[in-house]
């Protein structure tokens, strides 16, 4: 059992209407607008229902998974939105920043602590963060370019090696 099986995790198809909005969020000015709103909006679009629901999978038809990763040199616990990326029966995160030439800081955090809280509705998972294989950063790719068309987009534009990871559940060594 994987991390999709611990979270109940599940994406469906987007609409007509999430695609036209999934094409204009990967334009320049869309994902700009994006990075300075998205995640506000989803912490309360979240905190309104409960933990079930985010503005990002009602618009886009997008899974969103909250990781909560600890900041590399404060040592405080940070809680981002992204989109997951099924693998197998792991989920993966793309570190594209809306396409910026810059790391995402959840990224840099990952790298120096790789233990992670991931969240999908109202279920929570302990976790441990790898970067992912060059094979499977190449599936993971091409699976997040079909949830999420701006991926592409983001990875023509930029000049940096946009991180991917792999999330597994961090189980406890058995005590047989």
Do not use: C
Request: proline share 6%.
């Amino acid at each position: 059992m994987g991390l999709v099986d611990d979270l109940q995790y599940r994406s469906s198809p987007p609409s007509i209407a999430q695609r036209v909005l999934i094409s204009l969020a990967g334009t320049r000015p869309g994902s700009a607008m994006l990075s300075k709103t998205m995640a506000r909006t989803d912490r309360l679009t979240l905190r309104i229902t409960g933990g079930r629901h985010t503005l990002s999978a009602w618009l886009a038809g997008q899974p969103v998974i909250w990781l909560t990763v600890r900041g590399r040199r404060s040592g405080k616990s940070h809680r981002v939105p992204l989109t997951g990326i099924p693998l197998d029966d792991d989920l993966a995160v793309i570190g594209s920043y809306f396409g910026s030439d810059e790391h995402p800081a959840w990224a840099l955090n990952l790298e120096a602590n790789p233990e992670v809280e991931v969240t999908f509705e109202a279920r929570t998972v302990e976790a441990i963060a790898r970067k992912a294989s060059t094979y499977e950063a190449a599936d993971i790719w091409a699976a997040a370019t079909v949830i999420y068309a701006g991926y592409a987009r983001y990875r023509q534009r930029v000049d940096r090696e946009i991180k991917v990871f792999v999330l597994a559940p961090r189980r406890l060594p058995s005590t047989e």
